[in-house]
DNA sequence: ATTACTAGGTTGCGAGTAG
DNA sequence: TCTACTCGCAACCTAGTAA
């Protein structure tokens, strides 16, 4: 499973960037025949400073590089290819959604959302961002917030603004269409409703919600503690 | 289909791998609950200049900061997760491999390959490293050498150094380890080879090299014009 | 045409420290 | 404790130009 590393991530050369371009360039295992103003162009910097670095590059020996009079070749090296595999498998770890659907437990939760549904300004965003207009109740979800994260990659996420009253600040939200059905349940019917994360919860946080345009717990026949399914919508 | 992309790409921000170790530790929606010494350590840069990288960060809309005397909370913003990802995709058509098998012509060509093969330096670090004596002939393949990187992408690249002689310099080569059988023929039968590059391929260049024990044209059935099927081992 | 050296200006870094 | 300002020093950048 993708999953976020606990591990600190040192990135021992800056220059995973310019590895990138040239790699795009040259392909992973090629000479790309060039000279450095066209790099030079291209990267939005000075002939010469592309000339330094590629010879940074070149003593680092993460690429080999062929200067004459009439251009540079450059190919990756052995360790630039590592190197940039490295990054990139770092990023797929972020970026690689392998959890189709999530099954989580409905926590009794005290319904906090009920409170902030009965908000007109939440109300009116998600009239006009989800298309439709909320049940005043949530369904509280226990969940493991990396694995929330990683589930919902391929979702679009939806910004609903925060607002202030007289009395206290009211957060943003993100949100996410979705289709929730009970598990081990005949009524297997697949409702349309929507992920809701406040923008503020922290990365260790486990609770989300679930709003509807209907109650879910009736239309799904849910007793707390039962698991329900999400998908994407 | 994975493909090499022919625009230049411009790094707007240098900033790519701190926002790459943020996700981390934050993932892609919540918020990181952390301070700047933390971040320091981490990175081995003064806590210092994360302040300063972080607000130029926040100025440049790719992540949201809330700093205190207890700590700073971040979170990607939109603007952010969208460079990342970005990123990511421009570096997942370098790396991420479609291409199971390689369907490609033999060239007639005029065995240059054979005469390199009669060199005993190249000989001894085939036999070394790729585990057999290659029969002195080569198949001289036309393919597209873009498809080619990304069909290779899960192989295990061999590299043989090149070397000098009174005469002349022999450059080094890039080995991988294939099978090759023929096609639209009844022999179906698979057999070892290697699949050699030379190191200065150009990104545009066109051909490439099949070696093995065995003279392939004789145990495949091979005639001119054949196409072949090439598999990694 | 190229690459790349030199010189001088600019930006970035971090120790000290304020708030 | 934290964040983040000041400021001296180092690293980086590019215009001019040599090779």
Known sequence: MAQISET?????????????????????FNVW????????????????????????L????????EASTSGVKISLADNGRNALKKHYEL???????DI??????????????????????YKKQFIEKLGFEPFEGTLNLEVDIAKVNNFLLNGVCI???????????????KAFNVKVSAKNNKNNKKINAALIMPDR?????????IIANKNLRNKLKLKDNQEIEITLD
Chains 1, 2 share one sequence.
């Open 58 to 65: 070149e003593n680092a020996k993460l690429i080999i590089r």
């Open 100 to 121: 189709k659907s999530l099954s989580c437990k409905i926590t009794s939760g005290l319904g906090e959302g009920r409170y902030y549904m009965s908000f007109s300004q």
């Open 159 to 173: 910004n609903i603004n925060g607002f202030e009253t007289k009395e206290r600040t009211f957060g943003g939200l």
């Open 91 to 97: 990023l797929r770890n972020v970026f690689s959604s």
């Open 201 to 209: 919860t922290h990365h260790d946080k486990n609770v989300v919600e």
């Open 33 to 56: 025949n060039t000279n450095t103003s066209i790099i030079a162009n291209d990267l939005g910097i000075s002939q010469q400073s592309v000339s330094r670095v590629l010879r940074e």
């Open 8 to 28: 600190a991530i040192r990135f021992p050369e800056e220059d995973i960037n310019l590895l990138a371009y040239l790699t795009q360039k040259s392909g992973l």
